[in-house]
């Protein structure tokens, strides 16, 4: 089996999951909306880009979408909230789609609808698609388009998600399901991330064999994980760049946010990164742009959706070419 493509490969479209639901969003939602038909604007790239599919749950949200981006595809599907990275297909090489169970991060946040959309966004595209009997989230791996992939174990093998499964037991199933032949775990994510450390805050492949991970800044919560993780990687043979780390990043109440540059998209014209005011926010941008230098490194603030628990990365999930 082909493993998916890497997202730096071409992409006919993306699906970007718009916010709907008030009640989610409260205060938050008109900002939250503005910063999604940024990010959408961004990766049309005025048309130099890919097609941008905004997936919306009901007319409401259709409309809102359709006056913030003509440019967009609009599509309505009900779903729980916007992380079509966890909740989306997973397109393979060969053109087809995998779906995976969806639990609500481990029973965290069961919404109507998030366990269904993927399937049902397959069924729309005409995508024929498979059903995998066990938990998996996109969010949770990221791979090179070689069969190598890394992920945490923080997340993968916690029990709050397939508690029947062994380490073992879910490479095999990465390898039969996905094509992922060369698992690279890592350990803990980011703290106070309500995924269990969704390795694409932490760790992202920017070129066969070649990660990126967040380089520490003064005060960061996380610098015991990101120094892990660059001793996890290099032991295995995987080239390590780093970016620069927004540091500590706090919501309203002063709780320490999982604030990252890492859950930035690569698109077939852009790579959009999320911008939090943060001193580091221009360096991050820098950083990412030399690692892509056939595509623009855009930085646009994500305050709004990071509320809601993720960034630019968690509300997209591309459409191979």
Same mark, same amino acid.
């Given at each position: 089996?082909?493993?998916?493509?890497?997202?730096?490969?071409?992409?006919?479209?993306?699906? @970007?999951?718009?916010?709907?639901? =008030?009640?989610?969003?409260?205060?938050?939602?008109?900002?939250?909306?503005?910063?999604?038909?940024?990010?959408?604007?961004?990766?049309?790239?005025?048309?130099?880009?890919? /097609?941008?599919?905004?997936? !919306?749950?009901?007319?409401?949200?259709?409309?809102?979408?359709?006056?913030?981006?003509?440019?967009?595809?609009?599509?309505?599907?009900?779903?729980?909230?916007?992380?079509?990275?966890?909740?989306?297909?997973?397109?393979?090489?060969?053109?087809?789609?995998?779906?995976?169970?969806?639990?609500?991060?481990?029973?965290?946040?069961?919404?109507?609808?998030?366990?269904?959309?993927?399937?049902? *966004?397959?069924?729309?595209?005409?995508?024929?698609?498979?059903? !995998?009997?066990?938990?998996?989230?996109?969010?949770?791996?990221?791979?090179?388009?070689?069969?190598?992939?890394?992920? /945490?174990?923080? !997340?993968?093998?916690?029990?709050?998600?397939? =508690?029947?499964?062994?380490?073992?037991? @879910?490479?095999?199933? %990465?390898?039969?399901?996905?094509?992922? /032949?060369?698992?690279?775990?890592?350990? #803990?994510?980011?703290?106070?991330?309500?995924?269990?450390?969704?390795? #694409?805050?932490?760790?992202?492949?920017?070129? =066969?064999?070649?990660?990126?991970?967040?380089?520490?800044?003064?005060?960061?919560?996380?610098?015991?994980?990101?120094?892990?993780?660059?001793?996890?990687? /290099?032991?295995?043979?995987?080239?390590?760049?780093?970016?620069?780390? =927004?540091?500590?990043?706090?919501?309203?109440?002063?709780?320490?946010?999982?604030?990252?540059?890492?859950?930035?998209?690569?698109?077939?014209?852009?790579?959009?990164?999320?911008?939090?005011?943060?001193?580091?926010?221009?360096?991050?941008?820098?950083? &990412?742009?030399?690692?892509?230098?056939?595509?623009?490194?855009?930085? *646009?603030?994500? #305050?709004?959706? %990071?509320?809601?628990?993720?960034?630019?990365? !968690? &509300?997209?999930?591309? &459409?191979?070419?």
């Amino acid at each position: 089996m082909l493993p998916p493509p890497p997202e730096w490969a071409h992409h006919d479209a993306v699906w @970007i999951g718009f916010p709907s639901h =008030p009640e989610l969003w409260l205060e938050d939602l008109e900002p939250a909306r503005d910063e999604v038909a940024a990010f959408a604007r961004a990766v049309h790239a005025g048309g130099r880009g890919e /097609t941008v599919v905004l997936v !919306c749950a009901d007319s409401e949200a259709a409309d809102a979408a359709r006056e913030r981006a003509p440019f967009a595809t609009i599509e309505v599907q009900p779903f729980g909230d916007i992380w079509l990275r966890d909740t989306g297909p997973i397109i393979v090489g060969d053109g087809s789609a995998r779906l995976f169970r969806f639990n609500g991060w481990g029973g965290k946040y069961d919404l109507p609808g998030d366990d269904s959309v993927g399937a049902r *966004l397959a069924e729309a595209r005409g995508v024929a698609a498979r059903a !995998c009997g066990w938990v998996l989230e996109g969010g949770a791996i990221d791979g090179d388009g070689t069969g190598t992939a890394v992920t /945490t174990r923080q !997340c993968l093998l916690n029990r709050n998600r397939n =508690p029947e499964l062994g380490q073992a037991e @879910i490479e095999a199933r %990465l390898a039969g399901d996905l094509g992922l /032949t060369r698992i690279v775990w890592l350990g #803990d994510g980011l703290l106070n991330d309500h995924t269990d450390g969704h390795v #694409d805050n932490l760790a992202r492949f920017v070129a =066969p064999g070649r990660v990126a991970i967040p380089e520490a800044a003064e005060n960061d919560p996380n610098w015991q994980v990101y120094a892990q993780a660059r001793r996890d990687l /290099t032991a295995v043979g995987l080239e390590v760049v780093t970016i620069p780390s =927004p540091g500590r990043v706090l919501n309203e109440d002063e709780d320490i946010v999982p604030a990252s540059y890492m859950n930035f998209y690569i698109g077939n014209a852009a790579v959009v990164v999320p911008l939090f005011g943060s001193d580091n926010d221009q360096a991050a941008v820098a950083a &990412i742009q030399a690692l892509f230098p056939g595509r623009e490194a855009v930085g *646009l603030r994500a #305050d709004a959706i %990071l509320t809601g628990g993720g960034s630019f990365h !968690c &509300i997209s999930q591309q &459409i191979p070419a």
